[in-house]
């Protein structure tokens, strides 16, 4: 079974950062692009980044600026740093890898909360 691992998830200050990790398996293979979503109690999932093979980035409005996605394809690795966070950022954070034949992969999601 194909795993997608997340990590860096945890507690922080209105203000704060932290980094998340996500690395998906070698036997992925043709990873098209690498994305984090979050979902918070009682709201849809939502996208918070991707990023493509190529470096193409896309953000969701309310993370602009302050997000950032980055990848270490030789690793199959992808990170989110995100700064100066709100308590609107807390949520679960997913990873998600999506393949050039439309396979999905997701982890299993690291919790973000952020205190006021």
């Known amino acids: 079974q194909v795993q997608v691992v997340e990590s860096g998830g945890g507690l922080v200050r209105t203000g704060g950062s932290l980094r998340l990790s996500c690395s998906a398996p070698?036997?992925?293979?043709?990873?098209?692009?690498m994305s984090w979503f979050r979902q918070a109690p009682g709201k849809q999932r939502e996208l918070v980044a991707m990023?493509?093979?190529?470096?193409?980035?896309v953000y969701g409005d309310s993370v602009k600026g302050r997000f950032t996605i980055s990848r270490d394809n030789a690793k199959n690795t992808v990170y989110l740093q995100m700064n100066s966070l709100e308590p609107e950022d807390t949520a679960v954070y997913y990873c998600?890898?999506?393949?050039?034949?439309?396979?999905?992969?997701w982890g299993q999601g690291t919790q973000v909360t952020v205190s006021s």
């Open positions: 070698r036997n992925i293979y043709s990873i098209n692009a």
């Open positions: 990023i493509t093979t190529g470096g193409r980035t």
């Open positions: 998600n890898v999506y393949t050039d034949n439309a396979n999905d992969y």
